[in-house]
């Protein structure tokens, strides 16, 4: 999930639902070549298998997988050399049934309509103690929902990913973070502390009827669960790391032991950001009684995939490890997902024995400085992806977002080149695929983005390697991935930051503010003549995007006399997470640097920009900036700068021009490339050339 230190400031920023409905889609003018990328994506008449072809299952344990095939239903589904145990539903392409064998079981699927056949594919099961044996793909309800996500909204979506993602290979529908609060609402980003959470007579977590009708009863998630397996989806949830608080407070019985959950809790570990949970003593039986039971209830749920929060940092080792066991023992294959990052790269041995996946980055969210910031990130974690453990590189915000999530119901805010680089760099570097728009809500193009077969084999290569950087030239930079019939997938990527500040044409700059000088700096300026004005708080070269700036008693002078900025309506502002609000400091309180409190500001996160049209006659600027207690009270970031433009700072973009030498991908004479967004042969070629726009991708397959 998502998360900030305080939910005050996030509230505001929410819109209601009957608002989100009012934004219209931004990509109905598309460009000729963004046309053919949406036309490339449309699925033919006759059938054509996509998706993995190979499988991890553990033994005795219930398999289900749904043939990915596009095409027009009806089809009809056939198989031969299916192992024993297992069995094929000829109308829908759902296999189901249990292996008792540990081995590789190969199998010929076919598929037939009324416009062709699409027969002999060759998928392999291998039964064993691995999962995930290639990358994940699904969809996940927080990027929309928050934490109040309810049964109607997951049943749309699953119908919509049923409809439209799975004959593609998608097949992971993930519940969110805290749905066991009854009332959740609007994004209660740090969850409502105190209050009485749905569980059973043993201190379990379990989904609240009024949200959930189907799991009145002590049903659980079962009801649900059935329905996606149905439709031959797997079924996740996301759980908090630990034990609750007030089955400690009860001290409820660990179900299936002589424990009670005083016994498996350590009260002195707690999540910074959610009120719910203590920790676990996974070194004491008790801890992993705990873990054994709530694994046990969720494979009886029916659960395929489970994301735990709270592990990854700080990383908790022994509650890793726990959780890990009690999955092995639990009955059920269920995919292990860690969470949130930065998963630091020194325990990258450790998790890849552990969990399925785990987050490299922090949270992901819809601005070009995550996806700058994740590249960095992932060069740190080449060579550690492989069949069974993925890196992760968070979320996918496109499409609509934010319905009751972090801030307003909005069209995602990457550019369209931005979309087409995010999904080729996942594909690229193997990162699991976790969709976070409302599905129902989809255009074309976001649909189109999801549903290119060739970029999403390439994520699927059985191989399993990630891409590595091969090449930088200027603000190119090439990212090359072998794939299993020995070409490579290629992506060329104009990171040239348009987003960038120009430092030059600022006319103050402060000194680096950190935590141990935090301000306030007072600022005095002229800016006669000036007809706009910029505010900007840098990240100070860390690049960490949490530091809470504060810009106190700005005033702008007139002919008139002064005049409170706040009192003015700024044309545009960033953040480094949400909008900046005025008054308060970003996570909703008062702004306080150093001690010092004010009624008059502007809070932001850094990076920010904030943009005014000043009032004719300006003469003079004023004010005093440092960093807000918030910030300083964190334990990372804290380094800042603050900058006053009267010019634009950005610098233009520019296309760039990227030059592949095949040198550079151990490759000699003419090759053969293919446009994958495009689905189009180029022609062979010893040199390849291509501009790309700023934040774009051009992703190819080349080979001999």
């Known amino acids: 999930m998502k998360k900030f230190i305080l939910a005050a400031a996030l509230l505001v920023a929410i819109a209601t639902v009957s608002q989100a409905a009012e934004i219209s889609s931004p990509n109905t003018i598309l460009t000729s070549l963004e046309q053919q990328l949406v036309a490339a994506t449309k699925a033919e008449a006759a059938p054509q298998f996509n998706g993995a072809r190979v499988i991890g299952l553990r033994p005795n344990t219930p398999l289900i997988y749904s043939l990915a095939v596009s095409g027009e239903r009806p089809?009809?589904?056939?198989?031969?050399?299916?192992?024993?145990?297992?069995?094929?539903?000829?109308?829908?392409?759902?296999?189901?049934?249990?292996?008792?064998?540990?081995?590789?079981?190969?199998?010929?699927?076919?598929?037939?309509?009324?416009?062709?056949?699409?027969?002999?594919a060759e998928i392999k099961i291998i039964c064993g103690d691995q999962l995930a044996l290639t990358p994940p793909m699904g969809w996940n309800s927080y990027d929309t929902f928050g934490d109040s996500v309810t049964e109607a909204e997951m049943r749309a979506n699953i119908d919509w990913f049923k409809t439209h993602l799975q004959p593609l290979g998608w097949d992971y529908v993930v519940v969110d973070y805290r749905w066991y609060d009854p009332g959740a609402h609007d994004n209660n980003a740090n969850g409502r502390a105190g209050a009485k959470l749905t569980a059973d007579e043993f201190g379990r977590l379990m989904p609240s009827p009024n949200r959930f009708p189907t799991a009145t009863n002590g049903a659980g998630f079962k009801p649900l669960a059935d329905y996606a397996h149905s439709l031959g989806l797997k079924f996740g949830i996301h759980v908090m790391r630990g034990i609750p608080r007030q089955s400690v407070f009860a001290n409820t019985p660990v179900e299936g032991s002589s424990f009670h959950a005083a016994d498996?809790?350590?009260?002195?570990?707690?999540?910074?950001?959610?009120?719910?949970?203590?920790?676990?003593?996974?070194?004491?039986?008790?801890?992993?009684?705990w873990y054994d039971s709530i694994l046990r209830l969720y494979a009886g749920w029916g659960v395929d995939f489970i994301k735990v929060d709270d592990l990854s940092r700080p990383y908790s080792t022994a509650e890793?490890?726990?959780?890990?066991?009690?999955?092995?023992?639990?009955?059920?294959?269920?995919?292990?997902?860690?969470?949130?990052?930065?998963?630091?790269?020194?325990?990258?041995?450790?998790?890849s024995a552990q969990a399925n996946m785990w987050r490299m980055s922090d949270d992901f969210w819809d601005n070009w400085k995550f996806i700058d910031h994740n590249l960095d990130l992932m060069l740190a974690w080449r060579g550690v992806a492989g069949p069974g453990h993925w890196p992760d590189a968070d979320m996918i915000p496109l499409g609509k977002i934010g319905k009751r999530s972090v801030g307003k119901s909005r069209w995602t805010a990457f550019t369209r080149d931005e979309q087409i680089t995010l999904m080729s760099l996942w594909?690229?570097?193997?990162?699991?695929?976790?969709?976070?728009?409302?599905?129902?809500?989809?255009?074309?193009?976001?649909t189109a983005l999801l549903s290119n077969p060739e970029v999403l084999a390439v994520n699927q290569d059985p191989l399993g390697k990630a891409a590595v950087r091969v090449a930088v030239d200027n603000k190119i930079e090439v990212w090359s991935k072998t794939l299993t019939d020995g070409s490579q997938a290629v992506a060329l990527i104009n990171r040239g930051n348009a987003s960038d500040i120009d430092e030059a044409r600022a006319i103050f700059k402060s000194p680096l503010v950190t935590r141990s000088s935090p301000g306030p700096i007072n600022i005095d300026l002229d800016i006669t003549g000036a007809k706009k004005l910029w505010l900007v708080v840098d990240d100070g070269g860390d690049s960490y995007d949490c530091d809470h700036a504060d810009w106190l008693e700005p005033?702008?002078?007139?002919?008139?006399?002064e005049k409170k900025l706040t009192s003015l309506k700024w044309k545009s502002a960033t953040a480094g997470w949400q909008k900046p609000l005025v008054n308060r400091s970003v996570s909703g309180g008062a702004l306080t640097v150093a001690g010092e409190t004010s009624a008059d500001g502007i809070g932001t996160h850094a990076p920010s920009v904030?943009?005014?049209?000043?009032?004719?006659?300006?003469?003079?600027?004023t004010a005093r900036a440092?960093?807000?207690?918030?910030?300083?009270?964190?334990?990372?970031?804290?380094?800042?700068?603050?900058?006053?433009?009267?010019?634009?700072?950005?610098?233009?973009?520019?296309?760039?021009?990227?030059?592949?030498?095949?040198?550079?991908?151990?490759?000699?004479?003419?090759?053969?490339?293919?446009?994958?967004?495009?689905?189009?042969?180029?022609?062979?070629?010893?040199?390849?050339?291509?501009?790309?726009?700023?934040?774009?991708?051009?992703?190819?397959?080349?080979?001999?």
């Open 555 to 561: 005033k702008i002078f007139t002919a008139d006399g």
């Open 427 to 446: 594909a690229v570097v193997s990162s699991p695929l976790m969709l976070g728009m409302n599905l129902p809500e989809n255009d074309d193009w976001t």
């Open 320 to 351: 890793i490890e726990a959780i890990h066991r009690a999955i092995e023992k639990c009955g059920r294959s269920i995919v292990f997902s860690t969470s949130p990052g930065e998963t630091p790269v020194t325990s990258a041995a450790h998790i």
């Open 264 to 289: 498996a809790a350590d009260t002195n570990s707690k999540c910074v950001w959610c009120p719910d949970m203590f920790g676990v003593d996974a070194t004491k039986p008790a801890g992993q009684a």
């Open 610 to 621: 904030i943009e005014y049209n000043l009032p004719a006659g300006s003469t003079r600027f």
């Open 75 to 120: 089809i009809s589904f056939s198989a031969k050399n299916l192992p024993t145990g297992l069995k094929l539903d000829s109308k829908t392409g759902i296999i189901s049934g249990t292996l008792k064998q540990v081995g590789e079981f190969t199998f010929y699927a076919t598929a037939k309509n009324s416009a062709g056949n699409a027969g002999a």
């Open 626 to 704: 440092g960093l807000d207690i918030g910030g300083t009270s964190q334990n990372n970031g804290a380094t800042v700068h603050f900058l006053v433009f009267t010019s634009d700072p950005h610098p233009p973009a520019k296309t760039a021009t990227a030059n592949l030498s095949f040198s550079s991908l151990g490759l000699n004479g003419k090759q053969k490339v293919r446009d994958l967004w495009l689905r189009k042969d180029l022609p062979p070629t010893e040199n390849f050339s291509a501009e790309i726009p700023p934040h774009g991708c051009m992703l190819l397959k080349v080979q001999p």
